[in-house]
């Protein structure tokens, strides 16, 4: 069973770069979707973007211009930039592993982190 | 951009049947996936295109997808089924994105 995990830092200044890591343990990170999900206390899930083990990417269009993703299999490990931050973008942030069947969808997911936004 | 509706909240009685909808625009069309969280946790896939259930998800979680509406049907509800459950379907019309509902949270009486 795959596993993933969520790590980097919990505060980051507003204006700064958020930057996580997902570590994936128990299969191979190659071949596969992976996605960053984030979801803000309270509030419902909102899925930032994807990449596949190739380098391309998808990511959402409201977030377009302050993401980038990308994945070093050597390490298993995928990651996260969001550039430019402000409150708003304080939330639980999870990685998930994405499956194409007949849609995308995620079997896996990390057990989140929470990144909050402040000075 | 592609809108899920879901209604905010569901409350069950024990042993009864829970019907979480989900509304989009010809949603019948598209592939639904359905995820439960409880507090404190991950999210957890528990019915993946319209109707399929991952290895380990009780036979009494159940989907059916068609024109405008998906559900998910939860059979027997028990008290630990209580969660925040999210619909989602992957956008590909323009750009590829992930969509999720609304979140409905369900309570057991």
């Known amino acids: 069973q795959v596993q993933l995990q969520e790590s980097g830092p919990g505060l980051v200044k507003p204006s700064e770069t958020l930057s996580l890591t997902c570590t994936v343990s128990?299969?191979?990170?190659?071949?596969?979707?992976w996605s960053w999900i984030r979801q803000p206390a309270g509030k419902g899930l909102e899925w930032i973007g994807r990449?596949?083990?190739?380098?391309?990417?998808n990511y959402s269009p409201s977030l377009k211009s302050r993401v980038t993703m990308s994945v070093d299999t050597s390490r298993n490990q995928f990651s996260l930039r969001l550039s430019s931050v402000t409150a708003a973008d304080t939330a639980v942030y999870y990685c998930a592993r994405g499956l194409t069947g007949y849609g995308h969808y995620f079997d896996s997911w990390g057990q989140g982190i929470l990144v909050t936004v402040s000075s | 951009s592609y809108v899920l509706t879901q209604p905010p909240s569901v409350s069950v009685a024990p042993g009864q049947t829970a019907r979480i909808t989900c509304g989009g625009n010809n949603i019948g069309s598209e592939s639904v996936h359905w995820y439960q969280q409880k507090p404190g946790q991950a999210p957890v896939l528990v019915v993946y295109d319209d109707s399929d259930r991952p290895s380990g998800i009780p036979e009494r979680f159940s989907g059916s997808n068609s024109g405008n509406t998906a559900t998910l049907t939860i059979s027997r509800v028990e008290a630990g089924d209580e969660a925040d459950y999210y619909c989602?379907?992957?956008?590909?019309?323009?750009?590829?994105?992930?969509?999720f509902g609304t979140g409905t949270k369900v309570t057991v009486l």
């Open positions: 989602q379907v992957w956008d590909s019309s323009s750009d590829h994105r992930g969509v």
């Open positions: 990449l596949y083990t190739s380098g391309s990417t």
């Open positions: 128990g299969g191979s990170i190659s071949s596969y979707y």
